[in-house]
């Protein structure tokens, strides 16, 4: 039957909104290119650049191909662990379960940004083969496998499941779980297998400050990223024209702008306790530690952005510093290298998100999100708010599978490549740099003649003293 004219509307509208959140969150990419351009040394400022390019297109061809099947896979062998339909897009658009090329474009957009948080967690001492393995068996099979627990309608996890976990569901609205605590926790398993670079500990385990080379790209990577956040997390409605029963002016479109407070407020909050926590610690104003301060309230909010109040938002950006600002010091007890702190930020603070929505999520939001808010439904909500333990027991549970996922996959996958050296470049290629000893020259034009522009040149200098 065709459709009516007010329905090829609705479609439309919707259509364009996720859409545009899609490039929105495209836009991302650019934030975490210019975030880890600046956070790396000069030397290594091409490398990061373009490994940041290939996340973008290895993950595209992967998505495609692998990744969209497993994650949103339905049909008649269906099952709560793993899709198995759409490769290579086939039989899409499927008006049966709702998928069309735009949903496709979205969920593309997510999977290629975890491949580019564990890339800054092995920054400046990896081999770009490397690279191009492990973002493609990330994107292509480790993400999209917890991607369909918890989003897709068949998913084991997922909060629209006809079976529901706990009588609830695990709540992860955006991805602090799926999206950034997967990222974090294989990044951490490549920075502990690879080990520090070079300088980073002295002979006592003291840690020696490697700084950035430019904290202008740094803030512009922020304010990016914060900007590609409207995208990521209000436009996980997938639908703005949505309205609530019982209702004569509220719907999604309401709910999409709460939620874009409420991601504002997280990451503010964030970055105002760092400001203050770092300058109590250190002794300084620090700018660097504030953008990822910011960052860590919005991975935090990702979970929850649609079912708390404004007011909890403020809450979880301020314990979101606080973790950032601990795991950062346990780090560096522990030799932990990671150049953009991203195991920290986007593990510590994602799992930490997903905690705290079990703790405030609220029922009316929880329905309007999940229930289209429907009246008369009942649904476990968050704990502190009076919805019992069953919420925070499925959050808990998340949290839980997704590290032992990712560490029984990127673990081995990582060990492996180290096994056969091609994880790790050779110290002689990190003091000179990635720029120059992997990619044919400098991200930057040196106006010094003797500046080595190639690899071999560095060589003969050092061969030679010079």
């Known amino acids: 039957m065709a459709a009516s004219w007010e329905e090829s509307v ?38 990061i650049m373009l490994t940041n390019v290939v996340d973008a297109v290895v993950g595209s061809l992967s998505f495609y191909l692998f990744g969209f099947a497993f994650a949103f896979g339905e049909g008649a062998r269906s099952n709560p662990f793993i899709g198995t339909s759409f490769f290579a897009l086939s039989d899409i658009p499927s008006s049966s379960y709702g998928y069309d090329y735009c949903f496709f474009l979205f969920q593309w957009a997510f999977a290629i940004a975890v491949a580019g948080i564990t890339s800054g967690s092995i920054a400046e001492r990896t081999q770009f083969s490397a ?21 897709s309608d068949t998913g084991w996890l997922s909060p629209n499941s006809s079976n529901l976990l706990l009588g609830s569901g695990a709540i992860d609205f955006a991805g602090s779980g799926v999206v950034h605590l997967v990222g974090g926790v294989a990044g951490l398993w490549g920075a502990f297998i690879e080990g520090p670079r070079v300088g980073r500990f002295d002979a006592f385990g003291k840690p020696i400050p490697i700084r950035g080379h430019n904290a202008t790209l740094v803030v512009l990577g922020t304010f990016l990223l914060w900007f590609g956040w409207f995208g990521f997390n209000p436009g996980s409605f997938d639908k703005i024209l949505v309205a609530y029963p019982d209702t004569s002016d509220q719907g999604n479109w309401t709910a999409v702008g709460r939620t874009a407070v409420v991601t504002t407020l997280a990451g503010s909050t964030a970055g105002i306790v760092t400001l203050f926590g770092r ?48 795991l950062n010091i346990l780090a560096l007890k522990l030799q932990f290298d990671d150049p953009l702190e991203a195991t920290q930020l986007h593990g510590g603070c994602g799992a930490w998100g ?11 939001f929880v329905i309007q999100a999940y ?6 439904t009942v649904r476990p909500y968050g704990l502190l708010m009076g919805g019992g333990w069953g919420l925070l027991g499925a959050q808990v549970i998340e949290v839980l599978v997704i590290a032992g996922w990712v560490s029984l996959t990127m673990g081995p996958l990582f060990y492996a490549l180290h096994s056969l050296q091609i994880l790790r470049i050779s110290v002689d290629e990190e003091i000179a740099g990635l720029d120059v000893s992997s990619h044919g020259g400098h991200a930057y034009v040196h106006s010094d003649e003797n500046h080595p522009r190639f690899y071999a040149e560095y060589v003969s200098l050092r061969d030679n003293g010079s």
Request: hydrophobic share 55%; charged share 10%.
């Open 10 to 47: 609705e479609y439309s509208i919707n259509t364009i909104y996720l859409l545009f959140s899609a490039y929105l969150v495209f836009v991302m990419q650019l934030g975490f290119a210019m975030l880890c351009a600046g956070s790396v040394r000069a030397k290594n400022a091409l490398n």
């Open 131 to 151: 690279y191009l393995i492990f973002s493609c068996f990330l994107s292509g099979f480790v993400y999209p496998v917890v991607a369909h627990w918890v989003w």
């Open 279 to 326: 300058r109590l610690l250190v002794g300084h104003w620090d700018a660097l530690e504030v953008c990822n301060g910011v960052l860590g309230g919005f991975v935090a909010i990702t979970s929850g952005c649609a079912v708390v109040e404004p007011w909890a938002a403020v809450l979880c950006g301020f314990f979101a510093a606080w973790v950032l600002i601990g």
């Open 354 to 364: 997903l905690i705290f929505t079990g703790l405030f999520a609220k029922e009316e």
């Open 371 to 376: 229930n289209s808010g429907t009246v008369g």
